[in-house]
Nanobody, 124 residues
Framework: QVQLVESGGGLVQAGGSLRVSCAAS????????MGWFRQAPGKEREFVAV????????YYGGSAAGRFTISKEDAKNTVHLQMNNLNPEDTAVYYC?????????????????WGQGAQVTVSS
């Protein structure tokens, strides 16, 4: 059974940077992509970014484009989300997700495994 563990959330001031990471373990050979979603209070969960398992294909949602970078550390089966120029609207719980689908895109139903979430809070 695949397990995903997020780390790196926290509190940052507006304009600052933060990196969240997600380590995958147990049955990772079946995975083809890993992504990030976020859910702000009172809002639906939204797609942030996804990277394929080889790390050579990335896709970003509108909220992330130009400010966030997704990357994969192969040796540790870990995906990072580097977030720059953060603003209070980025405050949310950030969820890591993994998919057995080659290009799962932004659809949550295409992801098979989910982490517990990491809180990111951006103060103004």
């Amino acid at each position: 059974q695949v397990q995903l563990v997020e780390s790196g959330g926290g509190l940052v001031q507006a304009g600052g940077s933060l990196r969240v990471s997600c380590a995958a373990s147990g049955g990772t050979s079946r995975l083809n992509a890993m992504g990030w979603f976020r859910q702000a209070p009172g809002k639906e969960r939204e797609f942030v970014a996804v990277i394929n398992w080889s790390g050579n294909s990335k896709y970003y949602g509108g909220s992330a484009a130009g400010r966030f970078t997704i990357s994969k550390e192969d040796a540790k089966n870990t995906v990072h989300l580097q977030m720059n120029n953060l603003n209070p609207e980025d405050t949310a719980v950030y969820y890591c997700a993994a998919s057995q689908t080659m290009y799962p895109g932004r659809l949550q139903t295409n992801y098979d495994y989910w982490g517990q979430g990491a809180q990111v809070t951006v103060s103004s």
